[in-house]
């Protein structure tokens, strides 16, 4: 029992590590700054918080990698020392991750941990403090513990899933990061909110009927204008009709399924409307 | 930093647009594809001075010029169409760093005025030598001189906070240091702004640390109700009739993301705008040249504006309008100066709660 439940930390710790890791790499691609994640490094001065969120990164990293690159036989050189420097040093980590997060609950109390980016951006609370200190009990445990191997009877395997669906189901009572996971997963946000590239939008444009009708009357291959408005995105090209100049604008909805796609053929000199056609559905701006 | 050559041709580079007549044409384009006839097409440049014809997209109780002479009775200011002459109603009132008289304006001064009557000859308000600075604090240089960053396109700002002023802004902003949002109006000074009047009360977070939106559920009211600023004309026209939209469409609207590296040290505190997220109201991604119909709740005036331009600053500030009431929600649009004098504004105010509607 008691070495069921040190086996199964390795990699709760290892995919914790990993996960947080990931998170905040995609918040930082997300908003296309490494300073999206600077929220769990409020306490040091501001010069040094880049630095700092590159190091946060980089040591959860290490030690999730580490964990389980010396979790098993690998390089048996001198297993025991790789395996306690990580775990010391994860245990290490976890420990100062206690202290920091206590002193940002007091210094500010509306910031969020950033612990999985921007999952993460509840304010501090005791839940979260108690988390990072289970991950350090985890990690403590697992010190001098020998490499990890199959279990060896069923009934030594049904004993590591349970170990392990308690200490999981522990960690997600401690992650108020879970509520926010399951409310998104059954969001979609309208279309006027989505960023959609226009891209997207010229293939949906050319795979439709206006476009088809339209094309051989088209005279250059980039639109002349392109914006947005609401769920609508337009597109303006010019083109020749009988002879006469004209501006063929394109409306594409922005729905993933089936948007609707409307043109008007306008005279480019007078304005004047020459053709309508496409869809007309009772759609949001 | 995007290379010139990547930038399609159809990008908006606001801050600097060589064809306006591009986006004022997008409102009639809208109107003939969508089936909406009864749009037409918005100015997005100049305005002319209560002109016939096209009076509901132009200026019809406010004029921008400068002070040419002022007397008891007669203001001469040259406008875009040369110089002009208004009567001051016997109830006329002026500001210029605090109520004055009207005639204590100086010469030389740009002013903004607003009429009794649409067109009219008359003048009710003026406000002379006004400005506003709206951003992030990146430096101070002792208890009274602050460098405020206004986002990528307007730049850096100094302001000076007038001795007499100080206690009066400082409770309204009690952290004046680099980090902290700062929004003052007072009078333009070369090469800065004297501080006199806090436009609102500061944020207690840092710039950039706004709490997350709210979740929308269906689709975005509209109307929405909201808080709506002004901000000074910089390179725009000083009669343009428009407003700057917190969500401009991020893939046409040429964000080109975070500020170039520096050596200087308040650079750590700018922030750029475009890269905090949506801000505390969620509004539809629009373009330059859409039309929006704004209503003042306090004035109930209501015009049909364009959008001319970036307001993404406004997304850094959570706070609400308590002019006539307190606003539902934070920032919804900063109009220019001509726009929020037409309105019904008061420039001192800072700013009055509005009702947008969005597609005119």
Redesign the interface.
Known sequence: MLTALREVQIPVLAVMLLGGCAAKAWRALH???A??GM?PTGLVP??LRRPAVVMLFLAEALLGLGLIGTAGRLGDAAPHLAATIVRTATALFFLIAVGALNELRQRRP??GCGCFGELS?TPIGLRTIARSGVLCASALVTIGLPPLRMPSSSTEAEMCLAVLAVELALVGFLSPELGDIL?RLG?T??C??Q????GRTLSVLRASSPWRRYASQVSTA???????????R?V?YPGVVSGRRV?I???VYLQARRPAV???V?DAAT?E?LG?AGA?PSA?? | MQNLADIPRWCEDVTDSASPARFARRSLLRAAVLGRADETRAPVTTTTDGDTGAAERSLLYTVTGRILDVSPHVLVLLTGRGEQRFALAASATAWRGGPVSPAALRPGDYAVLRRSLPGGPVVERIWAGVGRVTGTIIERDGPASLLVDEGPAKGRRIVMIAPEASGRIQVRFPRLEPGYLIDVIGLKRDGFLQALIPATAQPPYRAGHQPAAPMVSGHIPDPVSGTVVWHEPGEEPHNLLGLAYPALDPETSCEHGSYLPSSFSGDLYAVDPHATGPGCVRLPYLSVGSLLRLRNDCSERTRLLPVTSCGATARLFCDRCVTCGTSPRGRIADLTMAAFVELGGALEAGCFNATMMIGG
Do not use: K, Q, T
Request: aromatic share 10%; with cysteine.
């Open positions: 908003a296309r700054s300073a999206a929220d501001l010069h509306d910031a951006d409310v969001y946000e309208p006027e909110l960023r959609i590239p226009v980039e639109p002349a204008d392109v914006w947005r408005e609401g769920c609508w337009f303006v501006d604008v394109f409306a409307r043109v008007a306008l304005d409307i309508l007309r949001v701006l």
